[in-house]
């Protein structure tokens, strides 16, 4: 029997939603038939957006939105996107196929999209091929409330009102796609760009912040990125420099079998299932690692680290455009996306914001569009068990379980987990079982409490189930009952391969 010990009255930090943040890229059918139909569209849409993808996401709560990329960010001239749809002018999408892009989405249907889903707006900019210059009047067209060039363009083409953008990207994978940078040459690049990202402070924020702008940061295990950047960043301006940047991004991919290779995204065997879990259980040690490094230029951890690009990447699904990227989705990325959850949660300190890639139709993505059918992937389901957790306080907490895996090299904790308590003083627990063969019996003890009242719903299923337009209901959220409350203990048997949230009212 297991033993999950909870301790309420330590809190550690609040789990920021944004947390809960998603990737939208114009990349394969992420926008175009994911997102965006267009107003003419048969398929039912407000302003072209679809209104099940809406309605989906907002079901999840979704809490904030980065768009436009990815490596499509440091191509794309937001200009081209802007004024009557006909003289939109048209680019190659060279990184995402070669297909044409139209422009026929663009920053005002951007804002459109994040006011219907009722999200923080994250805009990347353009710093690989783009100038000081456009970035800056991109800033000013989206924000500025006065009159000034920008700001008038934005009313001719019919929005009066500046829109609200929490999160500005300074560039995105500036090492590689995004210009191929050295760190101390990005760092004196982001210096400089950061500059003109203007906070015109005309908006309303919640919590009274402005713009927060985001510098890019390593390609998963590149430490020598984040210590270059940052202390370039820092030189000559140590105290200054901490308003500059707000956030350090973070991507990482787990590709079973490699960056070349990566395997598929349903044909796999119970070795490339532990290896998979193996490789999402690796964030702990990158979030580790590069807050360590953080840690030394920002000890107060006002900088937040932004897993801004992160999921399951596999070979794209048999007979589609190798340059759309578009993949299925099983149990299995269940699993990677409550592992990594988990992970953030329990980093909350330093993760303030995380975006899975990419929302629609790419790579692990929570919905599938068909023409006009929509289907639920499974790690959707882990989204909607999740959300409970969005801005709750996360308490300490720990499990006693040993780890699971194949061979030395492919071993992660056999059950992961992390609590939080929300306003009304419920616990939300969210474990998630690796197993494929073994359940998991286990004793909940919460330290001065009493369990009163709990609740639970998991997904679970074949290691290789998944949802289809023709069986789009095989994997979803089920109620779970395989618990007891008995004089105010807790326990329950986790099944194999799932992902699980119990809610918990307790008393004294
Ligand atoms: O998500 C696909 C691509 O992966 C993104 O465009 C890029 O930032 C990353 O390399």
């Known amino acids: 029997m297991a033993k999950l010990k909870i301790q309420p009255d330590k809190r550690i930090s609040r789990i920021r939603k944004e947390i809960y943040g998603h990737f939208s890229e114009h990349l394969g059918r992420c926008i175009y038939g994911g997102f965006y139909v267009g107003e003419d569209s048969a398929i039912p849409n407000v302003h072209g957006m679809r209104t099940d993808v809406v309605e989906a996401l907002r079901r999840i709560r979704i809490p904030v939105l980065r768009w436009p ?75 500025f409330e006065g009159l000034s060039p920008m700001a008038n363009l934005r009313r001719e083409n019919g929005h009066e009102q500046a829109w609200k953008l929490s999160y500005f990207g300074v560039g995105n994978e500036n090492w590689g796609c995004g210009g191929n940078m050295t760190p101390e040459y990005y760092a004196n690049e982001y210096r400089r760009y950061q500059t003109y990202v203007r906070d015109y402070k005309n908006l309303e924020h919640d919590n009274g912040a402005g713009i927060r702008r985001i510098c890019c940061g390593p390609n998963v ?110 149990v299995r990325d269940a699993l990677v996306a409550g592992i990594t959850l988990n992970i953030f949660n329990k980093h909350s300190d330093r993760v303030r914001m995380a975006n899975l890639a990419q929302t629609i139709n790419v790579l692990q993505s929570v919905i599938l569009t068909e023409g006009a059918d929509m289907l639920l992937t499974p790690t959707y389901h882990v989204f909607d068990l999740y959300k409970e957790h969005q801005d709750s306080e996360l308490v ?111 008393e004294a």
């Open 396 to 506: 300490e907490s720990s499990i006693d379980t040993g780890s699971i895996g194949i061979e030395k090299e492919y071993q992660l904790p056999w059950i992961t987990e992390s609590v939080s308590e929300d306003a009304d003083g419920t616990l939300h627990i969210t474990l998630t079982n690796a197993s494929l063969t073994e359940a998991c019996p286990i004793d909940v003890e919460i330290a001065g409490r009493k369990a009163a009242e709990a609740c639970g719903e998991i997904v679970c299923g074949e290691m290789d189930a998944k949802n289809t337009f023709e069986e789009p209901q095989c994997v979803t959220v089920e109620k779970f009952t395989d618990f007891r409350t008995e004089n105010g203990a807790l326990s329950l048997t986790l099944p194999p391969r799932s992902v699980l949230r119990m809610s918990v009212k307790t």
């Open 221 to 330: 295990d590149d430490y020598e990125w984040t210590e270059d950047v940052l202390k370039t960043c820092f030189r000559h301006c140590e105290s200054r420099f901490h308003g500059n940047m707000d956030g350090l991004s973070l991507h990482y991919y787990v590709h079973p079998e490699g960056w070349q290779v990566k395997g598929s995204a349903t044909d796999f065997n119970d070795k490339v299932w532990y290896k998979t879990l193996s490789k999402a259980f690796f964030m702990d040690e990158l979030i580790r690692k590069h807050s360590a490094i953080m840690d030394k230029y920002d000890p107060e951890k006002l900088i937040s680290l932004v897993v801004d690009e992160w999921g399951a990447w596999y070979t794209v699904e048999p007979g589609t455009n190798p340059g759309f990227l578009y993949q299925q989705n099983t």
């Open 69 to 143: 990329g990815g490596c499509f960010a440091d191509e794309y001239h937001w200009m081209d996107g802007i004024g009557p749809k006909a003289n939109r002018k048209k680019m190659i999408n060279t990184h995402w196929g070669g297909v044409t892009e139209d422009n026929s989405f663009g920053t005002h249907e951007y804002f459109e999209l994040c006011e219907q889903l009722g999200c923080e707006a994250y805009v990347n900019g353009n710093l690989g091929s783009g100038t000081v210059q456009e970035m800056s009047e991109w800033v000013e067209y989206i924000t």
